[in-house]
């Protein structure tokens, strides 16, 4: 289960509508307790994405090595990733899914027409395949 506390969500969600209609993007941290994740911080990242952002998302490497050095100065761990679907749902794409790694929660945020539609959690499975994390509080906004 995926707890995302207020500011957390109000920066991811901010970030979401700012970067309408592009993809926005950005990092999940905050601590693992028992089978519950708690998401104390987002980070917003550029979409170092070339071309076309309206339908993609890119992480540049450098920023990977900024989060992990920012969970580690405050006693965090680096739990997902978080990225927007501008006029789509908040299920992952075939992209989203080779491109994610195992243990990440991949949060995914559905603005409709400069609106927050959905927020929906998702991880990988053993098969490779993508499994909705349930996220406690709400589900769609």
Not at 4 to 15: T, V
Not at 64 to 92: I, M
Not at 106 to 115: H, P
Request: hydrophobic share 40%.
């Amino acid at each position: 289960m995926i707890i995302i506390e207020p500011e957390a969500k109000r920066i991811m969600l901010e970030d979401a509508l700012l970067a309408y209609p592009d993809e926005c993007c950005g990092f999940l941290l905050g601590v693992e307790n028992g089978s519950e994740r708690i998401i104390s911080t987002s980070l917003v990242v550029n979409n170092a994405k070339e071309g076309d952002k309206k339908r993609r998302f890119e992480i540049a490497a450098k920023d990977y090595v900024k989060a992990e050095r920012f969970a580690d100065e405050n006693n965090l761990s680096l739990l997902g990733v978080y990225h927007s679907h501008p006029d789509h749902p908040a299920v992952p794409s075939e992209h989203d899914r080779v491109a994610a790694q195992p243990f990440f929660s991949y949060v995914i945020v559905s603005v409709i027409n400069k609106n927050i539609s959905a927020i929906r959690s998702w991880q990988l499975n053993e098969q490779n395949r993508f499994e909705e994390e349930k996220l406690k509080g709400y589900q769609f906004v």
